[in-house]
Protein backbone atom coordinates (compact mmCIF):
# COMPACT_ATOMS: atom_id res chain seq x y z
CA UNK A 1 0.00 0.00 0.00
CA UNK A 2 1.28 3.31 -1.33
CA UNK A 3 1.10 5.12 2.18
CA UNK A 4 1.58 2.27 4.84
CA UNK A 5 2.85 3.17 7.68
CA UNK A 6 2.91 7.33 7.46
CA UNK A 7 1.39 9.10 9.57
CA UNK A 8 -0.40 12.22 8.90
CA UNK A 9 -2.78 15.08 10.69
CA UNK A 10 -5.81 16.84 7.86
CA UNK A 11 -7.29 20.20 9.08
CA UNK A 12 -10.39 21.08 7.28
CA UNK A 13 -10.65 16.99 6.51
CA UNK A 14 -14.57 16.86 7.28
CA UNK A 15 -15.43 17.58 3.27
CA UNK A 16 -14.16 18.98 -0.42
CA UNK A 17 -10.56 19.07 -0.84
CA UNK A 18 -9.34 17.95 2.69
CA UNK A 19 -12.27 14.56 2.62
CA UNK A 20 -10.42 13.49 -0.42
CA UNK A 21 -6.54 13.92 0.76
CA UNK A 22 -7.91 12.06 3.70
CA UNK A 23 -9.95 9.22 2.09
CA UNK A 24 -6.57 8.63 -0.20
CA UNK A 25 -4.29 8.54 2.52
CA UNK A 26 -6.48 6.04 4.27
CA UNK A 27 -6.84 3.90 1.42
CA UNK A 28 -3.28 3.89 0.61
CA UNK A 29 -2.68 2.68 4.22
CA UNK A 30 -1.78 5.74 6.41
CA UNK A 31 -2.96 6.75 9.73
CA UNK A 32 -4.88 9.55 9.93
CA UNK A 33 -6.33 12.05 12.28
CA UNK A 34 -8.59 14.82 10.83
CA UNK A 35 -9.86 17.87 12.17
CA UNK A 36 -13.28 19.97 11.20
CA UNK A 37 -15.62 22.24 13.14
CA UNK A 38 -17.77 19.25 13.43
CA UNK A 39 -16.82 15.25 12.73
CA UNK A 40 -19.70 13.66 13.78
CA UNK A 41 -21.02 13.06 10.49
CA UNK A 42 -18.04 11.00 9.52
CA UNK A 43 -17.57 8.74 12.68
CA UNK A 44 -17.68 5.70 11.84
CA UNK A 45 -17.82 6.07 8.03
CA UNK A 46 -14.14 6.26 6.91
CA UNK A 47 -12.08 2.73 6.35
CA UNK A 48 -8.55 2.46 7.92
CA UNK A 49 -7.19 3.99 10.75
CA UNK A 50 -8.51 7.22 11.30
CA UNK A 51 -9.04 9.43 14.00
CA UNK A 52 -11.40 12.43 14.53
CA UNK A 53 -11.19 15.47 16.58
CA UNK A 54 -13.62 18.25 16.57
CA UNK A 55 -11.58 21.03 16.09
CA UNK A 56 -12.32 25.23 15.18
CA UNK A 57 -8.92 26.73 13.72
CA UNK A 58 -9.57 30.44 15.23
CA UNK A 59 -9.25 29.08 18.65
CA UNK A 60 -5.89 28.79 20.02
CA UNK A 61 -7.20 26.20 22.88
CA UNK A 62 -8.44 24.11 19.95
CA UNK A 63 -4.63 24.69 18.23
CA UNK A 64 -2.79 23.06 21.66
CA UNK A 65 -5.22 20.54 21.81
CA UNK A 66 -4.62 19.36 18.79
CA UNK A 67 -1.07 19.23 19.45
CA UNK A 68 -1.48 17.51 22.21
CA UNK A 69 -3.87 14.95 20.71
CA UNK A 70 -1.64 15.01 17.50
CA UNK A 71 1.12 13.29 20.10
CA UNK A 72 -0.92 10.92 22.09
CA UNK A 73 -2.64 9.10 18.70
CA UNK A 74 0.04 9.42 16.28
CA UNK A 75 3.44 10.54 17.55
CA UNK A 76 6.12 11.28 14.60
CA UNK A 77 4.14 12.87 11.87
CA UNK A 78 5.23 12.20 7.84
CA UNK A 79 2.28 14.82 6.60
CA UNK A 80 0.25 17.81 7.80
CA UNK A 81 -1.65 19.00 5.42
CA UNK A 82 -3.49 22.59 6.61
CA UNK A 83 -6.38 23.09 4.76
CA UNK A 84 -8.64 25.31 6.93
CA UNK A 85 -10.13 27.85 4.84
CA UNK A 86 -13.06 30.39 5.13
CA UNK A 87 -14.43 32.63 2.69
CA UNK A 88 -17.35 34.89 1.69
CA UNK A 89 -18.45 37.19 -1.60
CA UNK A 90 -18.37 40.56 0.03
CA UNK A 91 -17.80 43.49 -1.64
CA UNK A 92 -15.39 46.03 0.35
CA UNK A 93 -17.77 48.37 1.44
CA UNK A 94 -20.20 45.67 3.28
CA UNK A 95 -16.34 44.34 4.64
CA UNK A 96 -16.72 44.62 8.89
CA UNK A 97 -14.15 45.01 11.20
CA UNK A 98 -15.97 41.46 12.39
CA UNK A 99 -16.17 39.78 9.23
CA UNK A 100 -12.33 40.77 8.22
CA UNK A 101 -11.03 39.28 12.51
CA UNK A 102 -13.12 35.96 11.45
CA UNK A 103 -11.46 35.38 8.05
CA UNK A 104 -7.77 36.15 9.29
CA UNK A 105 -8.33 34.28 12.21
CA UNK A 106 -9.02 31.37 10.77
CA UNK A 107 -7.56 31.51 7.22
CA UNK A 108 -3.90 32.90 8.57
CA UNK A 109 -4.12 32.81 12.22
CA UNK A 110 -5.04 29.28 12.71
CA UNK A 111 -2.72 27.84 9.95
CA UNK A 112 0.30 29.64 11.39
CA UNK A 113 -0.35 28.16 14.78
CA UNK A 114 -1.16 25.36 13.85
CA UNK A 115 1.73 24.53 11.56
CA UNK A 116 4.09 25.99 14.92
CA UNK A 117 2.13 23.59 17.28
CA UNK A 118 2.80 20.43 15.14
CA UNK A 119 6.33 21.28 14.11
CA UNK A 120 7.82 19.64 16.70
CA UNK A 121 6.16 16.04 15.72
CA UNK A 122 7.32 16.40 11.91
CA UNK A 123 10.03 13.80 11.80
CA UNK A 124 13.20 14.36 9.59
CA UNK A 125 12.22 13.98 5.73
CA UNK A 126 8.18 14.85 6.61
CA UNK A 127 5.95 17.44 5.21
CA UNK A 128 4.17 20.49 5.28
CA UNK A 129 1.44 21.17 2.61
CA UNK A 130 -0.98 24.34 3.25
CA UNK A 131 -3.36 25.09 0.78
CA UNK A 132 -4.10 28.74 -0.48
CA UNK A 133 -5.70 30.35 -3.62
CA UNK A 134 -5.59 31.13 -7.28
CA UNK A 135 -7.35 34.47 -5.82
CA UNK A 136 -3.59 34.88 -3.53
CA UNK A 137 -2.21 36.25 -6.42
CA UNK A 138 -5.62 38.20 -8.09
CA UNK A 139 -7.89 40.77 -7.65
CA UNK A 140 -11.56 39.40 -7.49
CA UNK A 141 -14.67 41.70 -6.70
CA UNK A 142 -15.70 40.50 -3.53
CA UNK A 143 -12.94 38.51 -2.10
CA UNK A 144 -10.37 41.28 -0.73
CA UNK A 145 -10.64 39.26 2.84
CA UNK A 146 -9.58 36.03 1.46
CA UNK A 147 -7.31 36.49 -1.18
CA UNK A 148 -5.25 38.38 1.11
CA UNK A 149 -5.52 35.89 4.23
CA UNK A 150 -3.77 33.80 1.77
CA UNK A 151 -1.50 35.79 0.52
CA UNK A 152 0.10 35.77 3.97
CA UNK A 153 -0.51 32.17 4.17
CA UNK A 154 1.73 31.44 0.80
CA UNK A 155 4.36 34.21 2.68
CA UNK A 156 4.78 32.85 5.98
CA UNK A 157 4.86 29.08 4.06
CA UNK A 158 8.47 30.34 2.70
CA UNK A 159 9.50 30.92 6.18
CA UNK A 160 8.75 27.53 7.20
CA UNK A 161 10.21 26.76 4.53
CA UNK A 162 13.33 28.05 5.47
CA UNK A 163 13.00 27.42 9.03
CA UNK A 164 12.16 23.78 9.07
CA UNK A 165 14.57 23.12 5.98
CA UNK A 166 17.51 22.23 8.30
CA UNK A 167 15.48 19.18 9.50
CA UNK A 168 15.03 18.11 6.79
CA UNK A 169 11.29 19.33 6.47
CA UNK A 170 9.49 20.42 3.47
CA UNK A 171 6.69 22.91 3.05
CA UNK A 172 4.64 23.46 -0.06
CA UNK A 173 1.82 24.91 -0.96
CA UNK A 174 -1.28 24.10 -3.12
CA UNK A 175 -3.39 26.81 -5.07
CA UNK A 176 -6.23 25.50 -6.38
CA UNK A 177 -8.83 27.69 -8.99
CA UNK A 178 -12.22 27.03 -8.78
CA UNK A 179 -12.95 23.25 -7.86
CA UNK A 180 -16.46 21.86 -7.72
CA UNK A 181 -17.72 21.55 -4.14
CA UNK A 182 -20.77 21.47 -2.43
CA UNK A 183 -19.78 25.35 -1.35
CA UNK A 184 -17.58 26.22 -4.24
CA UNK A 185 -15.19 27.56 -1.12
CA UNK A 186 -17.68 30.04 -0.33
CA UNK A 187 -20.30 30.66 3.08
CA UNK A 188 -23.57 32.30 3.22
CA UNK A 189 -23.64 32.49 -0.56
CA UNK A 190 -27.78 31.53 -1.78
CA UNK A 191 -27.82 29.08 -4.65
CA UNK A 192 -28.67 31.50 -7.55
CA UNK A 193 -25.35 33.24 -6.78
CA UNK A 194 -23.72 30.40 -6.40
CA UNK A 195 -24.75 28.83 -9.83
CA UNK A 196 -23.96 32.17 -11.10
CA UNK A 197 -20.29 31.75 -9.82
CA UNK A 198 -19.79 28.49 -10.97
CA UNK A 199 -20.26 29.49 -14.61
CA UNK A 200 -18.40 32.31 -14.56
CA UNK A 201 -15.34 29.85 -13.27
CA UNK A 202 -15.77 27.46 -16.31
CA UNK A 203 -16.00 30.27 -18.42
CA UNK A 204 -12.62 32.33 -17.53
CA UNK A 205 -10.83 29.14 -16.64
CA UNK A 206 -8.52 28.24 -19.50
CA UNK A 207 -9.46 24.18 -19.60
CA UNK A 208 -13.48 25.41 -19.14
CA UNK A 209 -13.81 23.07 -16.29
CA UNK A 210 -13.51 23.03 -11.98
CA UNK A 211 -11.34 20.92 -11.16
CA UNK A 212 -12.46 18.06 -8.89
CA UNK A 213 -11.28 17.78 -5.48
CA UNK A 214 -9.54 14.57 -6.16
CA UNK A 215 -7.35 15.97 -8.73
CA UNK A 216 -6.18 18.73 -5.86
CA UNK A 217 -5.61 15.85 -3.69
CA UNK A 218 -3.88 14.12 -6.08
CA UNK A 219 -1.65 17.87 -5.93
CA UNK A 220 -1.51 17.85 -2.26
CA UNK A 221 -0.15 13.95 -2.15
CA UNK A 222 2.29 14.36 -4.74
CA UNK A 223 3.92 17.53 -3.00
CA UNK A 224 3.74 15.58 0.34
CA UNK A 225 5.42 12.23 -0.88
CA UNK A 226 6.77 12.42 -4.02
CA UNK A 227 8.20 15.78 -4.79
CA UNK A 228 11.19 15.43 -2.08
CA UNK A 229 13.47 17.62 -3.41
CA UNK A 230 11.32 20.61 -3.42
CA UNK A 231 10.06 22.39 -0.54
CA UNK A 232 8.59 26.89 -1.07
CA UNK A 233 7.13 25.97 -3.95
CA UNK A 234 3.39 26.66 -5.46
CA UNK A 235 1.49 24.02 -7.18
CA UNK A 236 -1.43 25.76 -8.94
CA UNK A 237 -4.61 22.92 -9.60
CA UNK A 238 -6.28 25.61 -11.68
CA UNK A 239 -6.28 24.79 -14.97
CA UNK A 240 -4.66 27.64 -15.70
CA UNK A 241 -6.16 30.48 -14.53
CA UNK A 242 -3.88 32.15 -12.65
CA UNK A 243 -1.22 31.73 -15.55
CA UNK A 244 -2.97 34.43 -17.65
CA UNK A 245 -3.12 31.72 -20.45
CA UNK A 246 -5.28 33.21 -23.30
CA UNK A 247 -5.70 31.98 -27.39
CA UNK A 248 -3.68 33.13 -30.31
CA UNK A 249 -5.27 36.20 -31.71
Request: charged share 20%; proline share 5%.
Amino acid sequence: MKYLGKKAVVTGGTHGMGLAVVRALLDGGAEVLLTGRDVSPLEGKLPGKAHLLSSDAARLDDVAELGAVAADTLGELDLVFINVGFSTLTPYEDATPELYDRTFDINTKGAYFTARRLAPLVRPGGSYVFTTSVAAEAGIAGMGLYSAAKAAVRSFARTYAAELAPRGIRVNVVSPGYTDTPTMGVTGVPDEVLAEFKEIGDEITPLKRHATVEEVAAAVLFLAFEATFTTGADLPVDGGLGQRLTLPA
